[in-house]
């Protein structure tokens, strides 16, 4: 009886699961497909492809119809055959048509991929101008990080979002210049294969930083051609580009290389005499147990004048020009050298291990000037900021399908390690005598990580209740000081998450997301105020919809709000410590994406936000710089008879640049323009920055200075001008 019931067992168990099919979806070169829609046209069921191309189909049977859909390919309809595990798609122009909506997959990621056919990225500074509310300006030359504005924040360079690349770490912490710093110059556009984002902090793979949101920008494995590009333009624009593969085409290992240079004088009087060097590889080997490694390596070095950001009142009495400069002996060089192992293992039909390990060399130097001779009346006030950096860690992740059920979990864990030498702040004058020093030591922050994610699947319905665990150590060597002392401070922060999803069909997602998040602060902060919320705790939650009303029409929408508590600021331009109260954020964010045919594709966002501080009076509450309306948009021609083309705007509002508002800075609409055509294998092509030759200045800020000349301070406007109408060609060849 016992054995016949162990066979019974056993029967049953087979039939169930020879109503799954397990699979793979791949491109032509191999590269697996993620967000493939899988679906049973005989039995009605369907699943989507996960980061490593594989999905588990139920209810289906040899001999079954399956449909398989992806953006960026061709549709293909297939019978389910017993042996053959892998689907194989040919790419194709990306149609909106294609975007299938579920409870399981990020769809706005997918509208991003779109966004960067219409309109590619070609410059390092464009890539985060794909994340739709996003701003950026650049104040100190073109190797300077650029100032990023997103909900409601002025996050400087990075303090509120965190960007990562390849699973790197891309924000420097306690950074010489600001806590955050993240320098995206290390990036060729050309070897992104996809952008993915998230706004908020509801996300327990994400930690430090990821208070606004996150961008994870992921590199190509493999690259269809070898291409050599040069780009000539206005103000002495060259840059120059090489792809090249290093192996034959395989499905199973893939190696290329990519270098980048580029120099560029500005629009300045004064030459920005900007040059970058960028160097580029990746090595991806899939193994027969269908694991995969890939090795990255990487190095960029730069280095520029600036002109920096000028008084108002020296424009508008005709003493200098918009592109003139009090103290053009700004600037600096910088460089950075990665290397980063990654890893994807398949431990059983239900469970996967991925991960990556990191190191980082990095050198900063920088040379500014904002108040000119407030401080110093003979010399000036120029200061250097520099240190040397060294980076390592590793990220590690495992994937389980809970069995009989479509509900799965994570448990993520990692160490990120910074340690720096003589990071530095002096006071220096023409970058070439040192007048004094005002900060110098040693800082080293480690901050060991955990989470774990669950997503349960009841239906329709997904629920993600997630927590994460950071634990922080800091140490700091003041070397100012005449004694030998090293200051040490631990911090520990746990940020749970919920977040609820509805799909009732794959037209439409509803969500509700929610959660506590976080900020570090610079060590030099922590080890002083042990006593204060020197890791701000931020929470918030987004209430929104993806829904298509039509095949053609995508539109996205949410309202917001987001609450950050006190914190104290290490101020890296000053070396001082200021305090920042408590601030509230709330906002709606929309935007659509509409195909008004094969060729034509319009798309738009419009985001506002109300921003304030909660703890000053009406009228002195507002937060300098914060944006409170933005929209970026534009007008796309995709493959038409060879000819690819786009028309995109971006506009801020104006804002406060100080807390009573008496202070504003002015607002901007400015329109790019680009055009391709490809003949063969040769694409010719020219790029149009400011189109309509707008007036605009990129950054302003509300700054107490003093000319040589003057008796008194005067605060106001300091800016840094915006581009004027420029243009550049470019030639590809592709073989």
Not at 160 to 188: K, R
Not at 486 to 513: G, R
């Amino acid at each position: 009886m016992k054995k016949a019931f162990q066979i019974v067992i056993l029967l049953l168990t087979t039939i169930v699961f020879s109503q799954q099919k397990e699979g793979v979806v791949t491109d032509t070169l191999g590269n697996t497909i993620e967000n493939a829609y899988v679906y049973n046209e005989t039995t009605k069921s369907h699943a989507h492809t996960n980061e490593n191309g594989q999905f588990i189909l139920d209810k289906t049977f040899d001999n079954d119809v399956l449909i398989i859909t992806a953006l960026g390919f061709k549709r293909k309809t297939q019978l389910v055959n017993g042996s053959e595990k892998i689907i194989i798609l040919t790419s194709s122009s990306i149609n909106i048509e294609e975007i299938v909506i579920s409870k399981k997959n990020n769809a706005i990621s997918q509208i991003m991929k779109l966004d960067l056919q219409n309109s590619p990225v070609n410059s390092s500074q464009e890539i985060l101008r794909k994340v739709p509310g996003l701003f950026i300006g650049q104040h100190a030359g073109g190797g300077k990080a650029e100032q990023i504005f997103l909900r409601g924040f002025d996050i400087d360079h990075g303090t509120d979002i965190a960007l990562s690349v390849d699973g790197m770490p891309v924000n420097m912490v306690s950074h010489a210049h600001g806590q955050g710093y993240a320098d995206l110059h290390f990036v060729i556009p050309e070897t992104l294969d996809k952008i993915d984002f998230g706004k908020g902090s509801y996300y327990a793979n994400k930690g430090d930083f990821a208070t606004a949101g996150y961008v994870a920008f992921k590199t190509k494995e493999k690259i269809d051609n070898n291409v050599i590009s040069l780009e000539v333009g206005k103000f002495n624009t060259i840059r120059t580009l090489g792809m090249f593969n290093l192996l034959p085409k395989s499905n199973k290992q893939s190696a290329f290389i990519a270098s980048e240079y580029i120099t560029f004088d500005g629009p300045f009087i004064s030459s920005q005499n900007f040059k970058r060097l960028n160097l580029f590889g990746k090595f991806t080997n899939i193994l027969e147990d269908n694991s995969k490694f890939s090795v990255t390596a990487s190095q960029f070095s730069s280095e520029w004048t600036a002109s920096g950001q000028i008084p108002q009142r020296l424009v508008d009495a005709g003493i200098i020009s918009r592109f003139g400069a009090v103290d053009d002996t700004e600037g600096g060089k910088t460089s950075r050298s990665n290397l980063n192992v990654e890893y994807y293992k398949p431990i059983s039909e239900n469970l996967f291990f991925k991960g990556n390990t990191f190191y980082n060399n990095y050198q900063f130097e920088l040379y500014s000037n904002f108040t000119f001779f407030l401080e110093n009346p003979i010399d000036g006030d120029q200061i250097k900021q520099k240190e040397n950096r060294t980076i390592y860690g590793f990220n590690g992740e495992f994937n389980k399908k809970i069995v009989n059920s479509k509900s799965n979990y994570q448990v993520g864990f990692g160490l990120r390690t910074d340690e720096t030498k003589d990071t530095e702040l002096s006071n220096t004058k023409n970058r070439t005598t040192t007048i004094n020093q005002l900060k110098l030591g040693n800082i080293s922050q480690k901050n060991y990580f955990s989470y774990i994610n669950l997503d349960i699947e009841l239906g329709n319905f997904t629920i993600n209740p997630a927590v994460r665990f950071d634990y922080f150590q800091f140490s700091y060597q003041d070397k100012i000081i005449p004694i030998f002392q090293i200051d040490n401070e631990e911090k520990v922060k746990i940020s749970p998450k919920l977040n609820f999803l509805f799909a009732p069909n794959n037209k439409v997602q509803y969500f509700l997301k929610s959660g506590l998040g976080f900020h570090s602060n610079d060590t030099r902060v922590i080890v002083s105020q042990t006593d204060k919320k020197t890791l701000p705790t931020s929470a918030g939650a987004d209430l929104g919809t993806i829904f298509k009303p039509m095949n053609n029409l995508i539109i996205n929408s949410a309202l917001w709000f987001l609450q950050l508590e006190q914190e104290f600021v290490y101020v890296g331009d000053a070396g001082i410590v200021e305090p920042s109260g408590k601030t509230k954020r709330m906002g709606i964010d929309f935007g659509f994406r509409y195909q008004l045919s094969k060729f034509v594709n319009l798309n738009s966002d419009i985001n506002y936000t109300y921003a304030r501080s909660t703890e000053e009076p009406e009228g002195q509450n507002y937060i300098p710089l914060a944006p409170d309306l933005t929209s970026t948009g534009g007008i796309s021609i995709t493959n038409y008879k060879g000819f690819s083309s786009s028309l995109n705007y971006r506009y801020l509002k104006s804002r406060p640049a100080n807390e009573d508002n008496s202070i504003v800075a002015k607002g901007y609409c400015v329109s790019d323009f680009n055009m391709n055509y490809q003949y063969k294998k040769i694409n010719y092509g020219i790029v149009v920055e400011n189109l309509f030759n707008t007036k605009w200045n990129e950054t302003q800020f509300a700054t107490e200075s003093r000319l040589q000349n003057e008796s008194q301070s005067v605060e106001e406007i300091h800016f840094t001008p915006g581009t004027p109408f420029f243009i550049k060609g470019k030639i590809t060849y592709t073989f």
